[in-house]
Structures are given as C-alpha cells and as structure tokens.
C-alpha cells in the first residue's frame, strides 16, 4: 500500500454517544465485515464491555476503502476508550494516529471528557472532524452541539459533519473526510526500523502480541529486532493487520498499523511505550513514549479463601499483562492475610480490573475500599503515606499534604444546586461556573482526590438522574488539615479500622465506625468499650455489652459427646475470628470496613 | 468391679412430641414389640453379666425414653424382674423412672413403690395449656398437677421438667408454671431451653424463639428464693434431692447402658459407647453379641478427658475440686486450667479454698468458657507440629 493512501484515525466520544454503533457502520460501508457477520458492536470484545456500553481495551482495525477520486486507500481506526480513567489509553492510539473523529451527540452536546480528550489530540497535532451523531432523533439540537464544540471545545464546528450512526446518515461523508482532511503519515521506509508499541496483548500460543504502528522502516517476518527499553532481541515470526482478526502480511511500512508476534514470553520485555527498531541497524534514540502512567487509586486485592493466594497471584499477572497500567506490590492484612496492594488509574479501572479477574480467571476477591497516597512532612523528611498506619503521631507531623484534582461537570441548570451541596460536602472548593447554553452548566471545582474516589461519581449519577458528566485532572498535592481516626477495642489500638479523613469529619467518622463495629462485634464475656481517637484524645465511645446466655441447658449421659461436638464447632468458629487483645472479632467485622461499598464508612 | 450407673432406654411413646429428638417408636409400640425388646434386654443384661463375671453392682439406675408409662403393669413387672435378676441392687442409692403425665397410672405407682424406685421425674414441660398444646404435649396442665401431686403423695423424691423459651412464653407464665410445680411439693426442678432439633417438626418448621436469657435468670433467681438451690446449669433441688444419677455423668463415673440408643461410660480408658439406635438394629445383635455400634474413646493421653471432666464439673455448684483434679490428670494441666480460668472475668467465676466453680452469671454463659478450655487441647496440637 502507497503510503499516500494510508490514513490513521481514532474516534473520541462520550459515552453513549455512538462511537461503536458508528464504528460499525463504518465496518460495513468499507465491508471488512458484512452486515450479516457483525455482532452489535464489534469493537468492544470483552464481555465485560459489550455489558457496560463501555470500551476499556483499544482495538485497531484495518478498511480498506476506494475514494470518490477512485483511489484505494487504507483507513486504520484506532477505537479508544471513553471513560476519564482511561485517558492514558486514548493518549496511545493518539500517538499513533494522523487523525481524529469527534463526536457529539446532538440531543446532548459536549460531554466533560470528550473535552479533555480532544484538547489532547489537538495537543499532539491531530486532525480534528467534528461530527455531530444523532441527528435522526427528535430531540436533536445539531445546531446547539455545533456551537458548544465551538464554545467548549474551541474548535471550528462549521463544517461539523452531521450524522447518524444509527441509520447510516453521514457514514459516506465522514468516510470521504478522512480521505480529504486526515493527512497521510509521514516516514521513510528505506530508514532505520522505528515501530511504536501501542499496545500489547498476551496470547496462549504465541506469546506477547504488540500492536505497532511503523514510523519508518519496514517490518518484516524473519527480521531480528530489538526492543529498546528492555533490550530484548528476537526473530519476528509473523506480521500482520487487523481485519478485523489477525491477519497476516508481508511486510508492514511506513505508517502502517499491525501487529507482531516473536515468541516474547512476558509482556515486561515488550512494554507498551517501547519502540522497535532493527537490530541489526538500530536506531539511536527511542520514539518518545507516552506519559509515565501514575497509579492515582489504590486498594487491597486478597483472596477470599486464603489458599487461593497462589491463583489470585497468577491472575494479576496474567491480567497485568493485558492492562499495563495496574500496579501491584504484595502485602499482608491482620484479617485478610496475604494479598496485593494495587494501584490503578482511577475507580472505573479498578472496578474493572476486578470484575475481569472475577469473570477471566475465576477468581474469588476481597477489595479493600480504595485510598490515595498521602505525602506528609515530619522533622524536614517527607513521607509517603498509602495507610493510616504509616502515619507518625500526631506530634510529629508538621504538614500533610494530599491529592487534589480539578473538576469539571457538565450537567443541567437545574441540578445546579444539588451538585454544588454535593460537591461541597466533599470538600470541594468552587472555581467557576458557566452556562454553556440557557440550560447547559459548566461547575469548576477543586476538590481532594480521596473525597472523589469514594462515591462521588455515584452520588452524582443519582443526583442528577445520570444527565451530569465529569472530568477531572489531577492538580497536585496541596496540604489538608488531615487526622488519622484510631478504632480502639477494649482499649487496644484496632490497626485495621484505623482511617484518615478531614478534621471536621473525624467525630462524624468515627461515630459510624464505633457504631458499625458494635453491631459487627459479638458480645463477649464482658463488657467491651470501642473508641475513636486522634492520637490520645478520645472523640467518641460505644460499648458491646457483655454476653448474656450461651449454653444448652440439657446435657444427660450420650449428650456429653453431642455436646462437645456442639462446643468443637463453636471453638472452629472462634478460631476463624482475629484476637485483638483479648477480644475477638469476626472477619466480617473487618470486611465491612475494608470492603467497598456505597454506603460512608 | 466398681458400682456403676444403669441408664435404660425406653424406646416407646404413644406420639412423638414436636421437638424431641430422643429414639422412639411412636403408637406406644405393639405389645409384640415390646415383648420382643423385653427378650432383647434380658439378652443383652446377661451378656453383661457374662462380661463381668458376675451381676454389676449398680448404684444408680435411671429409666428414661420415650416414655417408660406406656408399658402396661404386666410389662413393667417383667422389666422390673430383668433389671432384679440380671444387677446387684444391695447398694443401690437411687432408681428414677421417668413418667409422662398422660400414661402414668395409679397402678404404675403403686408397682414401684412396692420396687425398688425410688424417684420418678415427671415431664411437666409447662403447666400452661396453650403451650402444652403448641409443644405437642398428649396433655393439659390440670392432668400434669395432677401426676404431680399424686406421685409426691405417694412419698417418691419427685422431679419436674419444665421447657422454657416458647414463642409466646412471658416472663408470667414461666412464673406460673414454677409455681405451680412447686406447689405440688416437688424436691427437684430440671429446667431446660427449648431447642430447634433438626429432624423434628418443630425444628423443621423452625419457628421465632424468644431469647431464653430473661427465663433462665428468672428461674436462677426464683428456685433458690423457694429453697431450691441450682446445683447444675439445668438442675435445681432441695438439700440432699439432687439426682445422684445425673452427678455420675458430671463426675464421669462408669455408666452402663441398656436397650436400644442408651450410652455408657467408663473412666478408666474414657471408652463411651453407644447400643444400636433403633429396636430394628438392636434386637437382632442382642441374639450374637453386645449391641453396640458406635463408640469412641475421649482422649487417649487423658488431656482431652481432662478437658471433659473440667467442663463437666464446671457445670455443677462443686466446680472443679483442684486437688483431685491435680491427682486423676495431673499437676500440669490442673494449672493449664486454673490460668485460662483466671483470665475470665472474676463475676463468672469462683475461686475458693480447693476449688473453682461458675457463679450464676458464668452458669449461663458456659459454653463460652468451656470453649475457651477446648482451646487447651490446640494448644498442645500446635506444639506437637513445632516440634
């Protein structure tokens, strides 16, 4: 294929706004898939996905299309992901795309990622088409979408191409203008090799499979090539195009997107980011990579039966190799025993991650609630914090610092004031606010990365009936007045209930969590005080009264063997529950605390 | 040979009640049946005396069920010449014959008196109609003061059993049903929580049981303002009225058993066994051999059997006697026991001179504290697998 006539694109979109139902057309227009073949959305391939309307792994796929002009051309559509926490993908299939298709949806206009992800593309030099998707539809304003691209994006949405994905309105169009308006890439296929790796997938049988696209150079089958950043070296044993399976070629050049296989065994040794190049004729410097990916959430992964650490580590691995972006680092727990701390790009993602090792490796998994990282000066050293136990005492600290992020939300006038309540009980802090249109609000915030992690996103959803939309960035680490809430059970200090939060919140906090832990805690056989405390000052105190009646008052001759079955079971029990001085407590107590879930600690 | 405990199982009742999940054959069994389980006994009690080289001299003998009342006077006279010809009765200290309200006749009372009974426990369970009724009880409350007053006239030390816990049981009505068994001029109280037996329809039906701690506290309180002193988790009697028989389970004295589904004890290899639990499977054994079919032998070092004997004591007002205690299983577990009763809080325990024992308060909640010395025997598991 002439170089020439190879046109790289990606879709942004928000979510529902019709990026894989016009994905598909465009599928069937140019017939890489027949009509007949296509499941609805093909693009979005994992379960997992298809369920939630959501695409989370990038997937390439290669048309081939003959122009008005008459020419045949190569069109290569990088899909990317919707969701905020996966900018880091779209930053990928920017990078190796010429191009970019916006689109908004005209019953409800500029979304607040689509926002951040078109400041992106125009960022690394894209070609921008504004496509208005939708129009079919009474309720469409393309007329009001096209003035919010211009006013919220910035972008010149006068030519806007106006669409429907749904009936096939405007695929031909947008074909033709990715034709016209997307520039062909550039690269010089007599040069060094220069192959970036934009995404990596682990196969069974043939190990790392990178997904590339050529800068300049040539790839072929049987070349020797050598991963930059690893210096691995390897015989490549197939190239090849998405069709949208893999298919294999002779040859990949200039501009091109495809993949290859070369028996790398782990997905280390071909990192997304890497660049390629010959090894016998190397280039000097690598491409540049993306931006370093910054694990902002973090949790606990344990597995529900302890012995099944062994499968929940081979997991992640194998999952890691899917999904570079999650961190992991093993740890322990008091109740949960062996697990990993895992950090990951935001709270989608680690929904995600969770549900696909629940449904592709069958694992069974505990997750903590989700934290950020704390910075925190004590005596001229700074300290990371990932848990209320790494933080010193009370006297010791001279500031803390915490994440802090700004928000956008996107949202009808008329949910202004339940957002801004919503938003300041969070501890959010009001920048500005703008109507986009008489009924359209733009709310700036900055708020603390811990306080969205929680439930924000949920609270905001139900707020507003799910109308309102978000992005955030993430501004820096500013200092908080920050207290560290210690649970004390009958005196003793109960690590794993231990949680930082905002001094305002702390008699708040530790109310719910003395309360809750009072229903969680078995009555013993005396009185058990359960306290809240910052440092030594107790906020707040509940007792479990002691235990009343425990015995089976009838026991004659055979019973005894009966009974002390009965006892045997009762000890089994006991044993399962963590000591905590001289009070024991059962793993849902810790559980409860640990465990995500809606409702505050 | 020692003097032993009898317990004899009488595996007929005229209907099953509710919740009870003791063996036995309901519609009272056939007379032929009954015939057939009397031969079985008498197999059985001379294959006993075949193994003990002589008749065993019995110091208590308990006759439960079932309901021993649905025999007729003709069988209970061939009973009664079975348990005569085939055990030593010359010290024999207490023989209680457990009597249902509805089948105990004159005639049964008068048989007795006449033998060597001496005590009859009498299962009142209430003396409420409604909760009779809802228990499934063949009864009413005027027929079981009845059985009451003519069993105490007739000069038997006489026991009562009473249920508490019923889901529409008030405080008041516990109250009634104490009362009025005490009136009859019983010297024994047993009292007893109902529970769920899975298996039984009641169980099954798994009904909303109120708490059963404001019964048990209620009844602790009551009985010894009324002389009765509580000298077990279940088991209240004036001076002197306690059922010896019971004690030789809490003591773990040797106990032999009789006729189907009885259990049997003995101290000196903690060997506890059962007989076949049906009349199907027992009477055909009796024919070749000794019918038992389950046994198990607690503790083969003697710590579990230790374990057992503390908590069995603990039961009882006497609680642990240290020093024999320390002479039956030795100075270092009498001590591993002491310490993990000293770390219990003090208003559940007593420690006084030779001795510790549950208060009131530590009686209710026993199982909590027995579980805590079943954790004794961990403890040597874990060393035994560092070693």
Not at chain 1, 582 to 601: C, H, N, T
Not at chain 2, 114 to 133: A, I, N, Y
């Amino acid at each position: 294929m002439r170089q020439e006539n190879i046109r790289n694109f990606c879709i942004i979109a928000h979510i529902d706004h019709g990026k894989s139902t016009l994905a598909d057309r465009l599928l069937e227009r140019t017939h890489t898939v027949e009509s007949r073949d296509m499941k609805q959305q093909i693009l979005d391939s994992l379960s997992l996905e298809r369920e939630r309307g959501i695409t989370i792994k990038l997937v390439p796929v290669r048309m081939n299309y003959r122009a008005r002009d008459g020419l045949d051309y190569v069109l290569n559509l990088i899909d990317t992901p919707g969701h905020v926490d996966f900018g880091y993908e779209v930053s990928r299939s920017l990078a190796a795309c010429e191009g970019a298709l916006l689109v908004v949806d005209a019953t409800q206009g500029v979304e607040a990622q689509t926002v951040a992800n078109a400041y992106q593309a125009i960022e690394q030099g894209l070609e921008v088409l504004p496509i208005i998707n939708k129009i079919d539809l009474p309720s469409s304003l393309p007329e009001n979408a096209k003035k919010e691209i211009a006013d919220v994006v910035g972008l010149d949405a006068s030519n806007a191409i106006l669409a429907s994905a749904k009936d096939g309105t405007g695929v031909d169009e947008i074909l033709e203008r990715i034709v016209s308006d997307v520039p062909p890439p550039e690269g010089d296929p007599e040069a060094p090799l220069e192959a970036l790796i934009f995404d990596s997938v682990y196969d069974n049988y043939r190990g790392v499979i990178c997904y590339v696209r050529v800068m300049n150079g040539t790839l072929r089958p049987g070349q020797n090539i050598l991963f930059m950043a690893t210096n691995g070296r390897y015989p490549v044993d197939e190239v090849g195009v998405f069709r949208p399976g893999f298919t294999s070629v002779g040859r990949l050049g200039p501009g091109e997107v495809g993949y290859i296989s070369a028996s790398v065994k782990s997905l280390a040794e071909a990192r997304v980011g890497d660049t390629i190049t010959d090894a016998g004729k190397p280039v000097t410097r690598p491409l540049p990579g993306y931006r370093k990916v910054k694990s902002v959430v973090f949790c606990g992964f344990y597995p529900v039966e302890r012995d099944d650490y062994p499968q929940l580590r081979d997991a992640l691995e194998k999952l890691c190799l899917n999904d570079a972006a999650i961190t992991y680092e093993p740890e322990t727990s008091v109740a949960l025993g062996f697990g990993f701390r895992c950090g990951f790009l935001g709270l989608l993602h680690m929904d995600v991650a969770r549900e696909r090792l629940k449904r592709e490796f069958d694992v069974d998994l505990v997750a903590t609630a989700p934290n950020v990282v704390y910075e925190i000066s004590r005596s001229g050293a700074v300290i990371e914090a990932h848990r209320p136990s790494d933080f010193p005492e009370v006297g010791e600290i001279e500031e803390i610092r915490e994440p802090f992020i700004k928000l956008s939300v996107f949202l009808p006038s008329e949910y202004v004031g339940k957002v801004m309540q919503l938003v300041q009980e969070k501890r959010g802090i009001y920048k500005s606010m703008d109507y986009l249109t008489p009924d359209r609000v733009r709310l700036v915030y900055e708020m603390p990365l811990a306080e969205f992690i929680v439930d924000f996103h949920d609270k905001l959803k139900s707020q507003t009936r799910g109308y309102a939309s978000l992005d955030y960035e993430f501004i820096g680490l500013r200092p908080s007045e920050l207290v560290r809430v210690d649970v004390l059970v009958n005196g003793e200090a109960a690590d794993a209930f231990s949680f930082i939060c905002h001094k305002d919140a702390a008699y708040h906090r530790g109310h719910s969590a003395v309360t809750k832990l009072k229903e969680l805690i078995p009555s013993q056989m005396f009185e058990v005080p359960i306290q809240a405390s910052i440092g030594k000052r107790v906020i707040v105190r509940v007792n479990v009264k002691a235990l009343r009646k425990d015995v089976l008052a009838k026991c004659y001759g055979g019973d005894i063997t009966r009974k002390r079955k009965l006892l045997d079971k009762q000890k089994e029990g006991k044993k399962r529950m963590k000591q905590i001085g001289r009070v024991a407590i059962p793993q849902e107590a810790f559980l409860a605390f640990l465990q995500i879930d809606g409702e505050e600690k | 040979m020692p003097l032993f405990s009898l317990y004899l199982h009488v595996p007929f009742c005229v209907s099953k009640c509710g919740y009870c999940a003791f063996y036995s054959e309901a519609q009272g069994g056939a007379s032929s049946s009954i015939e057939a389980w009397l031969d079985a006994l008498s197999r059985e009690a001379s294959r006993i005396d075949a193994i003990w080289e002589g008749r065993p001299r019995l110091r208590t003998l308990y006759i439960g069920g079932g309901t021993p009342t649905v025999l007729s006077l003709f069988e209970w006279k061939r009973l009664l010449r079975i348990l005569n010809d085939g055990f030593d009765f010359s010290e024999i200290e207490e023989v209680t014959v457990e009597a249902n309200p509805c089948s105990l006749t004159d005639g049964h009372l008068s048989l007795w008196s006449d033998s060597f009974v001496t005590r009859v426990s009498l299962g009142v369970q209430s003396l409420r109609d409604d909760e009779l009724s809802w228990l499934g009880r063949r009864h009413d409350a005027r027929a079981a003061a009845r059985a009451l007053e003519k069993t105490c006239s007739r000069g038997f030390d006489v026991s009562a059993d009473l249920i508490f816990g019923l889901p529409f049981q008030t405080l008041r009505t516990w109250r009634d049903s104490l009362r009025r068994v005490l009136d009859s001029g019983v010297g024994h109280v047993s009292v007893y929580q109902l529970t769920l037996e899975p298996g039984t329809p009641l169980g099954d039906a798994e009904p909303l049981l109120p708490d059963g701690y404001l019964f048990y506290r209620f009844a602790q309180w009551y009985l010894p303002r009324k002389k009765l002193e509580q000298y077990e988790i279940a088991s209240f009697s004036r001076p002197g009225k306690e059922c010896r028989h019971n004690l030789a389970y809490w003591r773990q004295e040797p106990v032999l058993a009789l006729g189907p589904s009885a259990w049997g004890y003995f101290p000196e290899n903690g060997f506890r066994y059962r007989n076949a639990p049906t009349l199907e499977g027992y009477i055909p054994l009796t024919e070749t051999q000794p019918p038992v079919t389950e046994a198990e032998q607690i503790g083969e070092q003697g710590l579990s059997r230790g374990i057992e004997a503390a908590i069995l004591a603990l039961r009882t007002k006497w609680g642990i006697d240290t020093a024999s205690f320390a002479a039956r299983f030795g100075e270092e577990l009498t001590e591993k026991v002491l310490r993990v009763l000293r770390k219990i809080p003090p208003r559940l325990v007593r420690f006084f001179e030779g001795g510790v024992c549950l208060t009131p308060s530590g009686m209710r909640i026993g199982n909590a504290i027995w579980v805590e010395l079943l954790e004794l025997a961990d403890e040597r598991d874990v060393k035994l697998s560092c070693d």
